[in-house]
C-alpha cells in the first residue's frame, strides 16, 4: 500500500496530524495524493489514457469493487456518523470522474441491485 510509503506518508500526516497550514505542506501533500491515485489501482485516476478525450481503460471487477468501498469509507469520518451518505451517487455523477463505458455500467448495475437489496447473482452477475 502506497500511503505507507514516504512519499504519501509523510505529507499525510503533516497536512493532517499537525499544526502545519503553510503552502508547502499543502503543496507536499497534493504531490503525495497524485502519487497515491496514479500507484494504486483502486482510483479511477489510473485507469485514464487521455483526460482530455475523457478515455479511460476498463477497470477490473476487483478494482472498482475496492474503489466504491474506499468512497464509502470515505463518507465517514473514523467509524462515526456518515458525513456523506450520497458521495457515491455523487462521484457516478460527476463529470469529472471518468471512467471506461463497460466500467461505467458495471457499477451503475452493482449500485442498481445493491439499492433494490436483491442478491448480486440472482441479477445477472456472472462473477
Request: glycine share 4%; hydrophobic share 35%.
Amino acid at each position: 500500500m502506497s500511503k505507507f510509503k514516504p512519499v504519501e506518508f509523510f505529507p499525510y500526516a503533516h497536512k493532517f496530524y499537525s499544526k502545519r497550514k503553510d503552502e508547502l505542506t499543502d503543496s507536499r501533500w497534493k504531490k503525495a495524493w497524485l502519487h497515491h491515485q496514479n500507484h494504486n489501482k483502486h482510483h479511477w485516476e489510473y485507469w485514464i489514457v487521455n483526460k482530455h478525450t475523457q478515455e479511460a481503460l476498463p477497470m477490473p471487477r476487483k478494482y472498482w469493487v475496492e474503489m466504491v468501498c474506499d468512497w464509502r469509507a470515505f463518507s465517514r469520518k473514523w467509524g462515526r456518523k456518515v458525513k456523506e451518505p450520497q458521495l457515491v451517487d455523487r462521484m457516478m455523477n460527476s463529470e469529472g470522474v471518468i471512467l471506461h463505458p463497460e466500467t461505467r455500467a458495471e457499477l451503475e448495475r452493482f449500485l442498481a441491485v445493491r439499492e433494490s437489496g436483491t442478491n448480486h447473482e440472482q441479477a445477472g452477475s456472472d462473477d
